[in-house]
């Protein structure tokens, strides 16, 4: 096939994408199965994973013209297979347009009520560039580098870390990059802020290879999911849906004979080129512009495939999202900046381990108003959280979408959790540790992009960080005199000891003027947890337990260099009995010991007083006027 110059070749025994005059812009030096590939994981219940790779057994043109040219390789599960094939049908499309320069990727995943059950753990598609001309990523604005080479990573050049992921180059082949770490997971994104990651060769021609993702409605897990995109091997991902920084909760479980049918993508394999070396900059340039068309023309309208639905067969939904916090103010407060979004999910935070609908996500604007476009018919939940208060918004009625319907929601209404006034509070509620102290990393572990970066947690080994700053004893926070974003350390990790890592007890000491007689309120909003044991005292590490949880999270985003996981909210109830008038003691004991990477990274933590306080119904409170002329600061625009 060749549109534009692009020449793609698919046969089992010769995978070949060939373009500004390289024959093969796929590593030539890797077995055809291995350069580019479709792979799922998946498992049958009480069974082990599974992997494979998706290889078709049929294959047809499903749509040719001199502007477009559409094909299918398909995978048909038939109950004759059951038990020893996995129990979906497949069909894999590439579609090359006339003018664009790269090729279409989508596919259909199909179940039938003949299908036993089974669990859809991980399924993507991997492209594994030419290791002797990709040496440069390119991700973000900020996250773009020279990389090592795949044969860094083998035992003679590098020292294998606390996981196999990661190493530290001890002989790479460019010495530059001597005493980094390379660690595929520090290159993680959050859907949200994603959508555009690739490669640029060296040489002339320069060539840029580019992954480009015009939406994330098909992608598991909500705006927040963390996903993989590039790096060393050359590798270039796009990843559909996955477990990473979420855990086992996320995972697609399917029970007998449940139908279904999803269509995950498409995405643009984006290539362009320059015969100016100190011109490769601008590849980048061009690739965030056609990314930007790629989004204004989404849903795309040559997608032969009914089950993918165009414009005209989608609806769309609108309204404006107030928060009610009587505590904060005496009127409804515009929800700027917020996320709100449709998902099948039926509970609060639900959207965030959903795996098998669509979701589709949008940010509020100063006002709190939001429009919802191009959403797939169906019934749906409206979701939502707002930067500034904890929880998770779910409207009480569901969302009917049908095809070409603009339904119009009004004015919508979050009351956030919430018992009485903040006797003290830490930190700011944004569902991240950000706000939290991280530290500098340590010289021997270094990774030179987030040195004086934003994203400074994506560096090696900061749980042991801990330890440093913290020897001998562990974090002690007052109210009144520490400054959370330089006195809290950004996780709850267990402390090094002699010989053992060892569990840590942090104190938060507050001072009471009085002590009003009822249940005080604990709010403890968590940005991520990975086989934590929490215990919460008061006053006494020997009684007044107030909270425990065990075995708490498989987010993995301690060793994963993330800043937040799966999010969890604990409202734990505290007799003003455990209180006295004066100093005062919380305790937050990271109980599991010996394990370097369990731990906790906090969003937010606050005390709220008892309260006989009357909430107003909503249609009897004023509207806050939004300050339109000030930004947000949770704004998230770049």
Known sequence: ??????????????????????DNLLDVQSKSSSRGYWDINWNLPGGGDRYQLLRATEYSVVNSSKDCIELSFRSNWAPSARGSSLPISIDKRIIMRSGVSGFYCYAIYERSTASPAFDLVQTRMVFILRRDKFHYMAITDEKQRIMPMPEDRLPNRCQELIVPEAVLLTNPINPDLKG????????????????????????????????????????????????????????????????????????????????????????????NATPDTSDAHNLWIDAKKQRLLEVSTWPYSFVSSPYFLAAKERG?????????????????????????GLSVAR?????????????????TDSTGAFSINN??????????????????????????????????????????????????????????????????????YINKLFINSPEKFRQYGLWDRYTDIHPNS???????????????????????????????????????????????KLRISMAS???????????????????????????????????????????????????????????????????PLCGILYDYIRLEAPSTFRLEAPSTLKLEAPKTSERSEWSTER
């Not at 949200?192 to 992608?219: A, M, Q």
């Not at 947890?529 to 006053?539: E, F, G, K, W």
């Open 1 to 22: 096939m060749a549109m534009k110059n692009v020449i793609l070749t698919t046969q089992p025994s010769y995978a070949r994408i060939s373009y500004g005059g390289m």
């Open 375 to 444: 959403v797939i018919p169906g019934i749906y939940g409206l979701h939502g959280w707002v930067p500034g208060f904890v929880g998770n918004y779910l409207d009480k009625k569901l969302v009917n979408i049908s095809a070409g319907s603009e339904t119009e929601l009004g004015n919508v209404i979050y009351l956030p959790t919430r018992d009485g006034p903040t006797v003290w509070e830490i930190g700011f509620p944004d569902r991240t540790a950000t706000g939290f102290y991280v530290p500098d990393v340590n010289p021997m």
């Open 474 to 520: 562990d974090q002690v926070f007052t109210i009144g005199a520490n400054d959370s974003k330089k006195d809290w350390f950004f996780e709850q990790v267990d402390r090094k000891g002699a010989e053992n890592y060892v569990p840590s007890v942090w104190q938060v000491k507050f001072n009471l003027d009085s002590v009003t007689n009822g249940t005080y």
């Open 529 to 595: 947890a990975n086989r934590s044991n929490l215990q919460v005292h008061i006053n006494s590490l020997d009684g007044h337990l107030v909270f425990q949880v065990l075995n708490l999270g498989m987010d993995n985003a301690v060793v994963r260099h993330g800043i937040h996981g799966l999010y969890r909210l604990f409202n734990i109830d505290i007799s003003s009995s455990f209180l006295i008038k004066g100093d005062n003691i919380l305790y937050l004991t990271q109980a599991r010991e010996g394990d």
């Open 180 to 271: 980094e770490v390379d660690d595929k997971y520090q290159y993680s994104m959050d859907n949200k802020d994603g959508g555009l990651h690739g490669w640029i060769s060296s040489g002339s021609p320069t060539i840029g290879f580019w992954v480009v993702i015009p939406t994330n409605e098909y992608r598991n897990g909500g705006p927040t999911k963390q996903n993989l995109t590039c790096h060393t091997g050359p590798t270039c991902l796009t990843m559909f849906h996955g477990c990473h920084y979420i855990g086992n909760d996320i995972i697609a479980h399917f029970s007998e004979g449940e139908a279904w049918r999803k269509v995950l993508g498409p995405f643009l394999v984006y290539l």
């Open 316 to 340: 769309s939904a609108s309204g404006r999202l107030l928060v009610q916090d009587k505590f904060v103010s005496g009127a409804l407060i515009p929800a700027k900046s917020a996320y709100v």
């Open 347 to 363: 509970t609060e935070g639900g959207w965030e381990v959903e795996s098998k609908g669509y979701q589709f996500w949008v940010q």
